[in-house]
Every structure is written in C-alpha cells, then in structure tokens.
C-alpha cells in the first residue's frame, strides 16, 4: 500500500506550510486550470497545498460517475445544497479510512446541526484503474459507512483528472501507491468551492460551522420568520465535545433576558431619579 507514514508527514507538514506556501506550477491541466508538477515528479506539500487553495470560489463543472451500486450519477443533482466531496483511493489501508471515518464523525455532528437531508456527502474514488465501483462499495461497507445523503463514486480517467483539477486536488504515485493531500471539500449550493479542510483527523467543527453558515445563514430574508429561525440556529446550535454533536443552546435567551432586566433597571432608576428632581422643592413657612 502506499506509503503511511510517509502520508501523515505529508498531509501534517502540509498544514504547517499553510502561511508560506507558494504557487508554483509546472503546465496547465483539465480546462486551463493551472496544475503543480507532472504526476511522476515528488510531491510537494507546499505546491500542493497553494494549488489547492486556489481553488476556492471555483465553480464545479457537471460530472457523471457511477455509484457502488452501479447507478449513473452526475454532480448536478446535489445542487441547491451544499456538497461535501472527499477523494480517496480503495487500496489505501491507512491515511484514506482514517479521513473517511474523521469524515463520518463530523457528518454526525453536521446531522445534529443542520440534519441529514440539508447537505449531501461524496466519496471519490481517484485511482481509477482500480476503484470501481465494487471496490467502492467494499470500501464504504468495510468503513461502516451507510448514511442515505452519502455515496461512493467511480469514474473514468478524465473524469477524475478533470474533477482533481477543479478541486485543487493534487495526487502522485509513489511506492506502493499515492502521495496526496488529506482534503475534504465544502461545496457551497451553487456549486462553488467554499471551504478546503486538510488532515486526516480534523475536528468536526472545521467542516460544521462553514456548514451550517451555508445551510442557515444564506440569503433568506432576515426579516421573514423562517430567516429569523435560521439565524437563531446558526446562533444557538453549538457543539458539544462531551457527546461529540450539536446542541440547541438556550444561553442566549438567558443573557437576553438577564441583559433585558438589567437595562429595565437601569431605565427604572435613571426615570425616578428624573423625577425627584423635577419634583417642586417644598417652601419654608
């Protein structure tokens, strides 16, 4: 298999280049998109990392893949809600399982903030002599995954290399099999990049807070009593480290109430204070 500590210095020395990382790139790729060294070359963290984040606020094309259990698929159908994308490949026994059980975690916590139905997950297969859509599916059932907004996809060669490229996803073959980035993509519900999360253990409030900003904070009109109930959770759903989810935190109410009072006291003072010395002074005899 690929080369797992070599990955975990990567992926790590990766996140420490995230301040100095450069730009460099060596030719362009799929639809112009510029792309770092050819596949053969060694992978650079830094490169890797400034050509993934050039990616964000680029708009996602209309692929087709195939599900694990051999349905077509085209990206087109999560629009409208936001898309978590992660790419992985099935022969990996260590960085990918482990970026794809860190996943699960956070879309738990996602589905306690936000629910289930309000995004939509993808896993992507990237090796594509190899990830098929079997593989796929052995994949995601040897991960436990079975979430009913999550699902295993397959594709041809440049599907991927055209796919990789708009996500600023960058993979090499190294011994035994890839060096890469660990990266999960937020894909906000106009199919734009919003969000690059790196590490192959992220916390879940990395992916969730961004998350939820797309779900509940959006364009919905403020002044409506839906907008304003979707502020309110944005607001109030907080994360919980004990259980590991979201929470409806009722603080804010008590700070409100208790700052409410406290200003009506202050009101009530200042007003009777006005009104004694208004008061007419007595006369003497």
């Excluded at 998350?211 to 759903?237: H, M, Q, Y």
């Amino acid at each position: 298999m690929a080369v797992a500590p070599r990955l975990g210095t990567l992926c790590f020395a990766g996140v420490l280049a995230l301040w100095a990382a450069g730009g460099a790139v060596a030719h362009e790729g799929a639809q112009g998109i510029d792309r770092p060294a050819a596949q053969s070359a060694l992978f650079d963290p830094g490169t890797a990392l400034a050509y993934s984040r050039q990616a964000i606020g680029r708009s996602l094309s209309d692929q087709r893949f195939v599900t694990a259990r051999g349905e077509a698929f085209q990206l087109a159908a999560t629009r409208g809600k936001p898309l978590v994308v992660n790419l992985v490949y099935t022969s990996c026994s260590d960085v990918c399982p482990l970026t794809v059980q860190t996943l699960a975690r956070a879309v738990d916590a996602a589905a306690s903030a936000v629910g289930l139905d309000s995004f939509a997950v993808v896993t992507i297969g990237f090796d594509s002599r190899v990830d098929t859509p079997q593989r796929m599916f052995d994949f995601a059932r040897a991960q436990g995954i079975n979430y009913r907004n999550w699902r295993f996809l397959s594709a041809d060669a440049a599907t991927i290399d055209r796919l990789a490229a708009e996500l600023g996803f960058f993979y090499a073959p190294a011994a035994g099999g890839f060096d890469h980035m660990s990266q999960v993509t937020l894909i906000d519900a106009e199919g734009r990049v919003e969000r690059q999360i790196y590490g192959a253990d992220f916390a879940p409030q990395l992916l969730v807070e961004p998350l939820k900003r797309l779900v509940f904070g959006g364009e919905a009109n403020p002044t409506s009593l839906a907008g304003l109930l979707d502020r309110v959770k944005l607001i109030c759903t907080v994360y919980d480290p004990a259980t590991g989810r979201y929470r409806f935190s009722y603080a804010i109410f008590i700070e409100i109430i208790v700052g409410g009072l406290s200003l009506a006291a202050v009101a009530i003072f200042l007003v009777r204070a006005w009104v004694q010395t208004r008061r007419p002074v007595p006369r003497g005899p």
